[in-house]
């Protein structure tokens, strides 16, 4: 039987390698994990991502806060409620590319 850490790492690189991006918040809506399929969509290192705050369309950001802004689900996640929305990035010419993204709040405590 393998042990805690030993499970948790392989997971982590189980997730990894989905070839969709993958992203998962903490509940002070920092990312602590971040696929490559979601860097490279962004157009960033993965690990530049980590520890990085998410605020819902706060639209008060620019540069990487609101790429980070992007990512973040709606806050009924956060009160633990599953919710389907819209992330963004913006472009190089400046305008937003849009991807429906699912979110799913894990087993902890909710606000």
């Known amino acids: 039987m393998s042990s805690g ?43 530049d991502l980590l520890g990085r705050p998410c605020r819902y369309q706060s639209g008060e950001t620019d540069g990487f806060a609101a790429t980070v802004d992007g990512l973040c689900p709606p806050p009924e996640v956060f009160h633990g409620h599953q919710a389907t929305s819209i992330i963004y990035k913006r472009t190089s010419a400046g305008e937003q590319e849009l991807r429906r993204a699912n979110f799913i709040p894990l087993p902890g405590e909710v606000d």
Request: aromatic share 6%; charged share 20%.
């Open 5 to 47: 850490r030993a499970s948790s790492q392989a997971l982590l690189r189980l997730l990894a390698e989905v070839r969709q991006p993958l992203y998962l918040l903490d509940d002070q809506r920092k990312i602590v994990f971040a696929n490559q399929a979601v860097a490279d969509w962004l157009g960033v290192a993965a690990g």
